[in-house]
């Protein structure tokens, strides 16, 4: 189970329709909300990873000691939620040292997880972003979905983890939760999906990815858990559709079923036991 952690205002949708700086000063609702999520996840014994913006946590560095003080994983979502496909190779370099600075001023652990934002690890930029995350000691990412979706995804990719990179220096690859069904790769990693998708539905589709073998990786952001997107004026319909439907309330009921349902797994603990599975996925 992982989170991206992010103001709902920083996703792409929201940026592609909005002046530069339009929420500036904009108050932040993550500390709160990564607070409450952190408590439901203690109260069912469940164990996440949190890919944390840096720009956020330069701003609210209570988050980390938040996740990191109830023995979850915190992970890098990048310096300020810019794609990767804006970005060359020296300029994704910059990022990361950027949040890793950060890490270290604020005396954190080095983080081991990487998610990119968008998902926007592409078959242009798969191998530089191995060889940059691997020299800058990441040991593993999770930003590729396997499947071609509009934005996002590398078609025919590996479902279970694999390495990432054609030269020396890799990086497990921890791809985004699909299910196999009648011949296709049906998307299930959560958010969006989790909130478009009949809670039933999306719960036997897990356990069809499980029962496959397949170690499925969840994400969702924390202002899903929040009141409903009620789009602030605007905004376009299809964006208020996209990024409120089905979040608030119904978001917790979705996790709460999920953790009832499956053990959740910081992402760390999948990526070190590469090649092999963790202990408890070898039931
Ligand atoms: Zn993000």
């Known amino acids: 189970m992982s989170f991206d952690v992010e103001e709902w205002f920083q996703t792409a949708a929201v940026t592609a329709e909005s002046a530069p700086g339009a929420f500036d000063g904009k108050r932040r609702r993550s500390p709160f909300l990564v607070d409450e999520l952190v408590r439901f996840l203690n109260e069912r014994g469940a164990r996440a990873t949190f890919f944390v913006l840096g720009d956020l946590l330069a701003a609210e560095p209570g988050i980390a000691g938040s996740i990191l ?55 242009g930029n798969s191998a530089w972003v191995a060889e940059e995350l691997s020299s800058a000691g990441f040991l593993y990412d999770s930003s590729v979905f396997p499947v071609a979706l509009i934005r996002y995804g590398i078609d025919n990719s590996p479902i279970l983890p694999y390495e990432l990179g054609d030269g020396a220096r890799k990086v497990v ?35 069809r990815a499980v029962c496959k073998g397949l170690i499925p990786v969840i994400y969702s952001h924390p202002w899903e858990y929040d009141v409903p997107f009620d789009g602030e004026s605007g905004f376009s319909p299809v964006l208020r559709l996209r990024q409120g439907r089905g979040s608030g309330k119904r978001m917790w009921k979705a996790l709460g079923r999920l953790l009832d349902r499956f053990e959740s797994l910081p992402l760390m603990e999948i990526a070190s036991a590469y090649p092999g599975r963790p202990e408890s996925c070898k039931r």
């Not at 069904?181 to 719960?203: D, E, Y």
């Open 69 to 123: 003080g109830s023995g979850h994983e915190l992970a890098c979502h990048g310096w300020g939620h810019q794609s990767l496909k804006e970005m060359n190779r020296a300029s994704f370099r910059e990022d990361i040292e950027k949040c890793l600075s950060l890490w270290d001023t604020l005396s954190l652990p080095r983080p081991s997880g990487y998610r990119a934002p968008s998902f926007s690890v592409t078959d």
């Open 173 to 207: 690859e921890l791809p985004l939760a699909i299910s196999p069904f009648m011949g296709l790769r049906v998307p299930v990693a959560g958010g969006a999906w989790m909130r478009f998708t009949p809670l039933h539905l999306h719960s036997r589709l897990l356990r």
